[in-house]
């Protein structure tokens, strides 16, 4: 996954969200996309171990549920170690 640039890696992550099926929140406006946003973005070919995300959903999930749901849709390389419930 190091040779994946940030716009692909944000792509990659919306396409697994539809797939789990997550209620997650869409922004309004010309070109909706989903509210979702990851801490830094990597240069291209940087590889890192610990990256945070953010994203809202519509209605409230467990983070048990969350994580497994979406790490089912991931490909190898990329895996999901946390996640958490912010309020």
């Known amino acids: 996954m190091r040779y994946i640039s940030h716009l692909d890696l944000m792509r990659l992550f919306t396409r697994a969200m539809r797939r789990a099926e ?11 996309h989903p509210k979702f946003s990851i801490k830094r973005a990597l240069k291209l070919g940087l590889e890192s171990d610990n ?31 946390e996640a958490a419930l912010l309020q």
Request: aromatic residues 8%; charged residues 30%; glycine residues 4%.
């Open 22 to 32: 997550l209620p997650f929140k869409i922004s309004e406006g010309f070109s909706p």
């Open 51 to 81: 990256e945070e995300a953010t994203l809202a959903l519509k209605e409230p999930i467990t983070a048990e549920e969350f994580k497994h749901k979406l790490q089912k849709q991931l490909p190898e390389g990329i895996s999901i170690r």
